[in-house]
């Protein structure tokens, strides 16, 4: 820091790491901690019971453990809502994450996005600019969002899921009414831009939702799905790769980057992963 | 406040009620007026001429009275410009409003939402997290917005209306024209997540459009219409509530959650509202 | 300022200009230029190598020169990233711009813009707010995207095109892949509301993609596409201003504000233009 012109704002019972940067204007809660090598930028707050795991980083901005419905009551926090963050975060500037979730190692996130209380998420997910999931889901390790999805509450989204720019899970069959129903993912479904999943939805994996999709069906595997109401228009097996003209599908096959098989291949990573019993 | 590291910056004329907190590093202009009770969280700007009703709560980082276009000529604001905000507004973080809106009480928003100029905006009407209400428009009471709403300008949004996820309001018929023209929501509408309205419709009460549907033509009452063009697919009386069996709409007899029938029913509410003069 | 509550923080070797305006809480970083006449509002981040043209706006929260991903390897930029904005910018509160861009003359944003890396901006531009431009792009002069535009990565945009609110543009045919291509539009393609163009899509010029187009073939000069997938609908020729009854395209002879033929007309500006070799 070059000078401190207006020095963060640090609470009760905080533990801050070795080698911590932490710029000015934050403010930072009480019973936080923030572990070793995290950076936490300019102007960012972090409000009670917000634990960061190792060499995160925590962009300009952020809100960390934003204060949930009932602290509007008495202008008072519940002590009982928490923020866990896993190690090595990377959440940019302008992020704002409720108190009250749960987020596994290596997450990352674009600007701006917004993740309510009850969100369970798993390792290594990111999430897009401007995406907004609405909490009481359950999201698992590897999925890929990308800018500008909207997760209805009560999603429940499997391991290694893609869901591209402008997605929306819906959740209301009668809206408005009080009988919500989650959207279903299953691992490997991968969902294209701008598609809209009705709810109690379930996409089945090795399927594609194509661009544009109004999906009022379940998908089953290996179909794709495009138009409004979306209808099978094709079959993965038929979509090829216009540069390599190989097929896609099923894309663990052909797509690695960022994946726990990128150093090798995904039946090589997958057979001694069953064999070390972590299982998939 | 733990301590004062940067405090407040506060105008002249500024007029602040009793039990308001204000956080560190805030900004506060001239002639502004917080009302008792109001709670204003860290680095919010309230440029002048904001009012802000009592036992309001404005969020982190949210800029109120945000410069119209006319500041940029020389850098300076017109005092004819002004913000009022109704009293208990739960404004989330992140949001802008503008100046030259009229708001009325129990205003919610969730977070980074734009209202700009020239909105007249009911009473206990909320907007979800990101929507961007453009200003130049008329939303009654009891309006519903949820997350990524867009309201174009020129639309005319009546009493007890709800709109889902990422609905917009176009109203451009030619574009790109200087004859706009807006879209009109009735009383008791419900407008599915992610359709499109084209410039000029004419939505009536207790009518669906569905999911994704592009509206292109008005839609009468009771009609559910859907798809690209959106065509009439069903009547709200055959859509029924997948855990009770019941009817759904009119809604106003199977939901009263946050509307002014909550404590008894819609037609005892109505009579007695009726007698009391208080109309509709 | 009306005091100096907490003052900005300014790196070396930072150029500041003759009346430049720098509101209190902002964080300037090194090798900083900000030219006569500019307005740096409240909490504004600008880090290192950020060159801004005079009489520009910054407005409050924006952060300029945003790290790209190599920042977090080491926490620490390179310095080889330099962001360069032209003269007269007006970016509103909220807005991100990347490092590693290059934008020119009379820039517009709306609120909470993002702008990543390698995006190649021309002159008198606007940007709608919410709008997230992900780099390694080509925008052109004169080119009016609208609020919650996604432009993706490889995409062309030629001078004088209109993209309308939560147009989307594509660009990876085969999701997911390595082999990405571009959406190219033509100058004075009109895209209208919500519609999504697929990888790899030309639209040529003086045509319209409708609103809520699903675009998945190229759309040839004059023709109005329109569904999902789009098919041609009409001939822009038959479409009227329904104030005026004339032609409303091609749309250079019957809107001119903000346009370089603004104070005569499109053939009168385009004769002068030529002959003065400034092209098109």
Redo the contacts between chains.
């Keep these: 820091m070059?000078?401190k012109?207006?020095?963060?704002?640090i609470?009760e019972n905080v533990s801050i790491g070795e080698n911590v940067?932490i710029?000015?204007?934050c403010?930072i809660g009480d019973n936080v901690t923030i572990a070793d090598g995290s950076?936490i930028d300019?102007?960012v707050?972090i409000r009670d019971h917000v634990c960061i795991g190792k060499r995160s980083?925590v962009g300009?901005?952020c809100?960390l453990g934003?204060y949930q419905a009932d602290f509007?009551d008495g202008?008072a926090a519940d002590e009982k809502h928490v923020l866990d963050i896993g190690e090595r975060a990377?959440i940019r500037?302008?992020s704002?994450l409720y108190s009250g979730s749960a987020i596994g190692k290596q997450f990352q996130t674009?600007?701006?996005v917004?993740i309510r209380e009850h969100a369970t998420i798993g390792d290594s997910v990111s999430v897009g600019?401007?995406s907004?999931i609405?909490g009481h889901c359950k999201i698992g390790n590897y999925v890929?969002m990308h800018?500008?999805v909207?997760i209805?509450q009560k999603s429940n989204i499997e391991n290694y899921v893609?869901i591209?720019?402008?997605v929306?899970l819906?959740n209301?069959?009668?809206?408005?009414?009080?009988?919500l129903?989650g959207v279903t993912l299953k691992a490997f479904s991968?969902i294209?831009?701008?598609s809209?999943l009705?709810p109690?939805i379930t996409v089945e994996g090795d399927s594609?939702v194509a661009?544009?999709a109004?999906v009022t069906k379940d998908v089953k595997q290996g179909d794709v799905v495009?138009?409004?109401?979306a209808k099978v228009i094709s079959h993965v097996s038929r979509?090829?790769?216009?540069?390599?003209g190989e097929s896609?599908y099923p894309?663990r096959y052909?797509?690695k980057?960022g994946m726990p098989w990128e150093e090798s291949d995904y039946d090589t990573w997958y057979a001694k992963a069953v064999q070390q019993s972590d299982g998939l």
Excluded: C, M
């Excluded at 209301?172 to 009988?179: H, I, Q, R, W």
């Excluded at 495009?226 to 109401?229: A, K, L, R």
């Design positions: 070059k000078h012109a207006y020095p963060a704002i609470g940067t710029k000015d204007g403010v950076y300019y102007n707050i980083f300009a901005n809100i934003e509007f202008f990377l500037s302008g704002i674009g600007h701006r917004t600019t401007l907004d609405q890929r800018s500008n909207h209805g893609w591209f720019p402008y929306i819906t209301d069959p009668t809206p408005p009414s009080y009988a129903k991968v294209a831009t701008g809209i009705l109690g594609l661009a544009g109004v495009g138009g409004n109401p979509i090829k790769n216009h540069v390599t896609v894309w052909t797509f980057r």
